[in-house]
C-alpha cells in the first residue's frame, strides 16, 4: 500500500508551465545590474540593459531545465547525515528562515530575536531526528549588524552536524567561499560533499535582485546547492487565482533556474515554492490557508514533470501559539504535500504566524506532527506474509493476539506510530497527570538544553584544525 495523491492533470501542468514560459518570453525578469544577463544573452536572450529586464525564449529555458543534474546532495558533517533530493525518496523537512521576532516560551514576551534563541533553536533541532536539514532560522539581533551574519554562520556550524542552508544570501561570496574550503579540505572536497545551500530568492512579481543573484551564481559556481524561491502573495504581489499564481510562480523559479545554469551549468537547484494570500479582512498575509495548500501541491508536480526536485512550505500556519490553529494548519498543510511526493517541506519546524515569529516548544509538536506525515506516507505493506493469515487461523474464533511472537516483533519494529507529545491515556490518567502537550513540548526543549553544555561544539563533529579555522574566517575569539 502506497499512499501516494495526484491533484493535478497532464494538461493542467502543461498550462501552467506554457503560460509561464510565454509571461518569461514576453513580459520578462528584471534582474538589473546581475552579470548573469552576459550569460543569457549569449543564449537567446532578450536583454534590457537599461531596465535590466530579460526575456527568455522557451528553448532557452528548456535548455537550462536540461543541464540540471538528477539528484541534488546536501551533505551533513558526515554521510549519515546526507540528505539527497531525487524527487523519489522525500519527504525531509525543515525549519523557516531568518525570524526576526521571538515568543520566549520562558517569559511569554514576544521579543527581538537573539543569538540564544539562534543556539538554543540549533541544539534542540540537531537534537530532533525528524529535522534533516537546518536552515538559517533566526536572527541574532543583539549581535553588531557588521558582525552578525558571520557570528550565525559559527554558530549554526559548530551546534548542528545536518546540512546548512543560507536563508539570507551570504553578503560576501568571498566569506562564504573561505567558509567552504573549512568545511571541505579545500574547494575540490566542498565540491563532492557540498554542505551549504544558497537560497535566492525573488521579488515579486518578476524580479530579483541584481547583487543576491551574482552571489548565488558565485556559490554555485563553487558547488553549493541553490534554492530559487518564489513567495507571491495572492492578491497583493501575485493573482488572485490558485491558478494564476502558479503561473507567475513557475515563470519566477524557471527564470532563476536559467540564470543560475546561464552561469554555472550543471549546478544543483531546488524549486522553492513558498505562496501566500493576503488576507482581504485583515490585510495580513497567510501562509496557513488552504490555497497555499492547493499550489504547494500543483507546484510539486510541475516541479517533478521538469525534472526538479520540490521544496513546499509545508508546515505553515497562521497561528499566534501553540494551539489548535497551528495543528490543524500544520497537519492539513504538510500531508497533502507530502502524499504528493514534496521533496523538502518547511514552513516551518518552530514556526508561528505565517513563518514571522520563532518559538523553540514548536519544535517538539512540529516533529510529531512529521512523524505522523511520514508514517502515512510510508504506507504499509500488503503481502502474504503481513497478512498474516497463519496467525489468524492459529488465534481462531475468540482468541488473543496480544500473546503472538509476531505481535511483539511488530510493535518493537515500528508496525505503528507511538506518539511522544500527544496522550493515548485513558482520561482519568490524564487527568491524574495534570500535562497538557505544550506543557510536555516545553518540558522536552529544557531536557535537551539542560543535557547540552553551553559551549559544546562536538555536535558539529568538525575537526580541530577546522573549528579554529572556521572561528578566524568568522572573527570568532575562543
Same mark, same amino acid.
Given at each position: 500500500?502506497?499512499?501516494?495523491?495526484?491533484?493535478?492533470?497532464?494538461?493542467?501542468?502543461?498550462?501552467?508551465?506554457?503560460?509561464?514560459?510565454?509571461?518569461?518570453?514576453?513580459?520578462?525578469?528584471?534582474?538589473?545590474?546581475?552579470?548573469?544577463?552576459?550569460?543569457?544573452?549569449?543564449?537567446?536572450?532578450?536583454?534590457?540593459?537599461?531596465?535590466?529586464?530579460?526575456?527568455?525564449?522557451?528553448?532557452?529555458?528548456?535548455?537550462?531545465?536540461?543541464?540540471?543534474?538528477?539528484?541534488?546532495?546536501?551533505?551533513?558533517?558526515?554521510?549519515?547525515?546526507?540528505?539527497?533530493?531525487?524527487?523519489?525518496?522525500?519527504?525531509?523537512?525543515?525549519?523557516?528562515?531568518?525570524?526576526?521576532? %521571538?515568543?520566549?516560551?520562558? %517569559?511569554?514576551?514576544?521579543?527581538?530575536?537573539?543569538?540564544?534563541?539562534?543556539?538554543?533553536?540549533?541544539?534542540?533541532?540537531?537534537?530532533?531526528?525528524?529535522?534533516?536539514?537546518?536552515?538559517?532560522?533566526?536572527?541574532?539581533?543583539?549581535?553588531?549588524?557588521?558582525?552578525?551574519?558571520?557570528?550565525?554562520?559559527?554558530?549554526?556550524?559548530?551546534?548542528?552536524?545536518?546540512?546548512?542552508?543560507?536563508?539570507?544570501?551570504?553578503?560576501?561570496?568571498?566569506?562564504?567561499?573561505?567558509?567552504?574550503?573549512?568545511?571541505?579540505?579545500?574547494?575540490?572536497?566542498?565540491?563532492?560533499?557540498?554542505?551549504?545551500?544558497?537560497?535566492?530568492?525573488?521579488?515579486?512579481?518578476?524580479?530579483?535582485?541584481?547583487?543576491?543573484?551574482?552571489?548565488?551564481?558565485?556559490?554555485?559556481?563553487?558547488?553549493?546547492?541553490?534554492?530559487?524561491?518564489?513567495?507571491?502573495?495572492?492578491?497583493?504581489?501575485?493573482?488572485?487565482?490558485?491558478?494564476?499564481?502558479?503561473?507567475?510562480?513557475?515563470?519566477?523559479?524557471?527564470?532563476?533556474?536559467?540564470?543560475?545554469?546561464?552561469?554555472?551549468?550543471?549546478?544543483?537547484?531546488?524549486?522553492?515554492?513558498?505562496?501566500?494570500?493576503?488576507?482581504?479582512?485583515?490585510?495580513?498575509?497567510?501562509?496557513?490557508?488552504?490555497?497555499?495548500?492547493?499550489?504547494?501541491?500543483?507546484?510539486?508536480?510541475?516541479?517533478?514533470?521538469?525534472?526538479?526536485?520540490?521544496?513546499?512550505?509545508?508546515?505553515? %500556519?497562521?497561528?499566534?501559539?501553540?494551539?489548535?490553529?497551528?495543528?490543524?494548519?500544520?497537519?492539513?498543510?504538510?500531508?497533502?504535500?507530502?502524499?504528493?511526493?514534496?521533496?523538502?517541506?518547511?514552513?516551518?519546524?518552530?514556526?508561528?504566524?505565517?513563518?514571522?515569529?520563532?518559538?523553540?516548544?514548536?519544535?517538539?509538536?512540529?516533529?510529531?506532527?512529521?512523524?505522523?506525515?511520514?508514517?502515512?506516507?510510508?504506507?504499509?505493506?500488503?503481502?502474504?506474509?503481513?497478512?498474516?493469515?497463519?496467525?489468524?487461523?492459529?488465534?481462531?474464533?475468540?482468541?488473543?493476539?496480544?500473546?503472538?511472537?509476531?505481535?511483539?516483533?511488530?510493535?518493537?519494529?515500528?508496525?505503528?506510530?507511538?506518539?511522544?507529545?500527544?496522550?493515548?491515556?485513558?482520561?482519568?490518567?490524564?487527568?491524574?497527570?495534570?500535562?497538557?502537550?505544550?506543557?510536555?513540548?516545553?518540558?522536552?526543549?529544557?531536557?535537551?538544553?539542560?543535557?547540552?553544555?553551553?559551549?559544546?561544539?562536538?555536535?558539529?563533529?568538525?575537526?580541530?584544525?577546522?573549528?579554529?579555522?572556521?572561528?578566524?574566517?568568522?572573527?570568532?575569539?575562543?
Amino acid at each position: 500500500m502506497d499512499c501516494r495523491l495526484t491533484c493535478t492533470t497532464p494538461a493542467e501542468r502543461d498550462l501552467v508551465v506554457e503560460s509561464a514560459l510565454a509571461v518569461l518570453e514576453r513580459t520578462g525578469m528584471r534582474m538589473k545590474g546581475a552579470r548573469a544577463l552576459d550569460a543569457l544573452e549569449l543564449r537567446g536572450a532578450r536583454v534590457d540593459r537599461e531596465t535590466g529586464t530579460v526575456r527568455l525564449p522557451p528553448d532557452t529555458v528548456r535548455q537550462a531545465l536540461a543541464t540540471l543534474p538528477d539528484r541534488l546532495l546536501l551533505a551533513g558533517a558526515t554521510p549519515e547525515h546526507d540528505v539527497v533530493l531525487d524527487r523519489r525518496n522525500g519527504p525531509h523537512f525543515n525549519p523557516s528562515g531568518c525570524h526576526a521576532k %521571538t515568543l520566549d516560551h520562558r %517569559t511569554g514576551v514576544v521579543r527581538p530575536s537573539t543569538l540564544q534563541d539562534l543556539r538554543e533553536g540549533t541544539t534542540v533541532m540537531d537534537a530532533t531526528p525528524e529535522i534533516d536539514v537546518m536552515w538559517t532560522f533566526a536572527t541574532a539581533n543583539d549581535v553588531a549588524v557588521e558582525r552578525r551574519e558571520l557570528v550565525e554562520y559559527h554558530t549554526y556550524l559548530t551546534n548542528t552536524s545536518k546540512p546548512l542552508v543560507f536563508v539570507d544570501c551570504p553578503t560576501e561570496a568571498g566569506d562564504a567561499k573561505r567558509i567552504m574550503e573549512v568545511l571541505g579540505g579545500g574547494l575540490e572536497g566542498y565540491r563532492r560533499r557540498p554542505r551549504l545551500g544558497v537560497l535566492c530568492a525573488a521579488r515579486s512579481p518578476l524580479e530579483v535582485n541584481g547583487a543576491l543573484l551574482d552571489t548565488t551564481c558565485d556559490l554555485a559556481a563553487l558547488g553549493s546547492p541553490v534554492l530559487a524561491y518564489s513567495m507571491p502573495m495572492a492578491g497583493a504581489t501575485g493573482p488572485i487565482t490558485v491558478a494564476g499564481m502558479l503561473v507567475l510562480l513557475w515563470a519566477e523559479v524557471l527564470g532563476l533556474v536559467t540564470a543560475v545554469q546561464a552561469v554555472a551549468p550543471g549546478a544543483a537547484v531546488l524549486a522553492c515554492c513558498g505562496p501566500g494570500i493576503l488576507d482581504m479582512h485583515y490585510s495580513s498575509i497567510s501562509l496557513g490557508s488552504p490555497e497555499n495548500t492547493l499550489m504547494g501541491v500543483a507546484s510539486v508536480e510541475i516541479g517533478h514533470s521538469l525534472g526538479l526536485p520540490v521544496h513546499n512550505s509545508g508546515l505553515s %500556519t497562521d497561528a499566534l501559539h501553540v494551539g489548535v490553529q497551528a495543528g490543524y494548519e500544520k497537519g492539513l498543510k504538510a500531508l497533502p504535500a507530502a502524499l504528493a511526493g514534496a521533496d523538502l517541506l518547511s514552513g516551518g519546524f518552530g514556526a508561528l504566524g505565517s513563518s514571522s515569529v520563532w518559538h523553540l516548544p514548536m519544535v517538539p509538536v512540529d516533529a510529531e506532527i512529521a512523524a505522523l506525515v511520514r508514517r502515512i506516507v510510508a504506507g504499509s505493506e500488503i503481502s502474504a506474509e503481513t497478512v498474516l493469515l497463519d496467525v489468524i487461523e492459529r488465534v481462531g474464533i475468540a482468541g488473543d493476539y496480544l500473546k503472538e511472537r509476531v505481535t511483539r516483533e511488530r510493535v518493537r519494529a515500528g508496525e505503528h506510530f507511538a506518539p511522544t507529545i500527544g496522550t493515548r491515556l485513558a482520561f482519568d490518567q490524564w487527568a491524574a497527570e495534570g500535562r497538557v502537550e505544550t506543557d510536555v513540548a516545553r518540558e522536552r526543549v529544557e531536557q535537551i538544553l539542560a543535557g547540552t553544555p553551553a559551549d559544546d561544539t562536538s555536535r558539529s563533529l568538525l575537526a580541530e584544525d577546522q573549528l579554529a579555522a572556521l572561528a578566524e574566517v568568522c572573527g570568532i575569539t575562543r
